[in-house]
């Protein structure tokens, strides 16, 4: 068994930033890749970044690409998003996932938290 906990959410103003973590326990995650998800309200949950947890590649949706920045802490087994310049199109509950599969699919990823919430404010 793997276990997600995400944590770091909160209200912050426009233009403001957050640092997300997600702590995971349970196993090695040398294999995998780790996401970040959101979801707003009424919408469904979208892909915003992914990172390779031993490689270090990334990738990230259009949206965040020049704001949002995905690290991992192998030692840590914790991995972490850096969001800047948040505006309100950001709000949303965060999750964090990992799997085995290079994807941005959400039913692709294994294992997930529950999520934490940030709030932009304008």
């Known amino acids: 068994q793997v276990q997600l906990v995400e944590s770091g959410g909160g209200l912050v103003q426009a233009g403001g930033s957050l640092r997300l973590s997600c702590a995971a326990s349970g196993r090695t995650f040398s294999n995998y890749y780790m996401g970040w998800f959101r979801q707003a309200p009424g919408k469904e949950r979208e892909f915003v970044a992914r990172?390779?947890?031993?490689?270090?590649?990334?990738y990230y949706t259009a949206s965040v690409k020049s704001r949002f920045t995905i690290s991992s802490d192998i030692a840590k087994n914790t991995e972490y998003l850096q969001m800047n310049s948040l505006n309100p199109e950001d709000t949303a509950l965060y999750y964090c996932a990992a799997t085995y599969r290079l994807t941005t699919t959400p039913d692709l990823y294994n294992y997930w938290g529950q999520g934490t919430q940030v709030t932009v404010s304008s």
């Open positions: 990172i390779s947890w031993a490689g270090g590649s990334t």
